[in-house]
């Protein structure tokens, strides 16, 4: 469990990963290298520590760009169990589409009844996925945790939910950084190449006290365009350095005190 003032710092280092935390990003607008942020929902309160995304109904897919190779989170068809013309799949869908409008709009409430609407119809992953993100900017944490892991039940290659299971983790009252690390590491084990997830598991892992690990994703981070992660590079290695000296200190502190008791006999 993280301390009071090791939660404070590990929510002031993932603050700065991008001012979208905790806003859902248009699909036209979501880039690594875009600093340009949709407005549709206002941000928490509270401190947010990372981008929370939320899937697209049109497509069904997340907001997050597909590298070369790469699987998409969900999928962009009707699945194998269901045929184009499938009444359930269509109705849901529409449902799913109405949620997100709204939801694009603000209205958390309609956004939930409808993305509830379209689970009633046929569970599927993409409305779980944007419920937990109305769940989530409603400061429901509990709810967005239930609605994210039963999303993954159905698609378990989603990076993204893992990363908002992470977000929503280190909020949670007592937190939990240790869930948050990893579902952090799963995101970046599905998507090795994201450098907003390594920075992200960084800052976590830093305020955790495992710096060789949090130095290492800061500069995979680093390698992946995330130029503030230099600084941070910085600080953690410094800490690094600081922490070795210290212990050395101690090492030596105590060999001192055990050749004074020999020179006295073993008295103190």
């Not at 935390?21 to 947010?48: C, D, E, I, N």
């Not at 603000?106 to 944007?130: M, P, Q, T, V, W």
Request: proline letters at 6%; one cysteine or more; aromatic letters at 4%.
């Amino acid at each position: 469990m993280l301390s009071p003032a090791t939660a404070s710092s590990a929510l002031s280092a993932l603050r700065t990963v991008s001012r979208r935390s905790a806003k859902v990003v248009a699909p036209s607008s979501r880039t690594f290298s875009s600093t340009a942020t949709s407005s549709l929902v206002q941000p928490m309160p509270t401190a947010t520590p990372m981008l929370v995304r939320c899937a697209s109904a049109s497509s069904s897919a997340l907001t997050r760009p597909q590298h070369r190779g790469q699987r998409r989170p969900y999928a962009t068809s009707p699945s194998a169990t269901s045929s184009p013309n499938d009444p359930a799949e269509e109705e849901s869908q529409r449902f799913l589409e109405e949620g997100t409008t709204h939801l694009e709009s603000g209205d958390l409430e309609k956004a939930k009844a409808a993305y509830k609407r379209s689970l009633e119809i046929k569970r599927n992953s993409s409305a779980l996925f944007n419920l937990g993100v109305c769940h989530y900017h409603d400061r429901d944490l509990a709810a967005a945790i239930e609605a994210w892991n039963e999303s993954l039940r159905l698609s378990p290659e989603s990076a993204d939910a893992h990363t908002n299971l992470a977000s929503a983790y280190v909020l949670s009252k007592p937190s939990r950084p240790d869930l948050a690390v990893d579902h952090l590491k799963t995101a970046a084990t599905i998507t090795p190449d994201d450098p907003e997830i390594q920075y992200n598991l960084a800052a976590v892992l830093e305020a955790c006290e495992q710096l060789e690990e949090a130095l290492t994703a800061y500069k995979r981070a680093l390698d992946g365009g995330i130029q503030r992660a230099e600084q941070n590079i910085r600080n953690c290695s410094a800490k690094i350095l600081g922490a070795k000296v210290a212990i050395q200190q101690q090492q030596e502190a105590e060999e001192e005190e055990r050749k004074r008791k020999e020179r006295h006999g073993g008295g103190n």
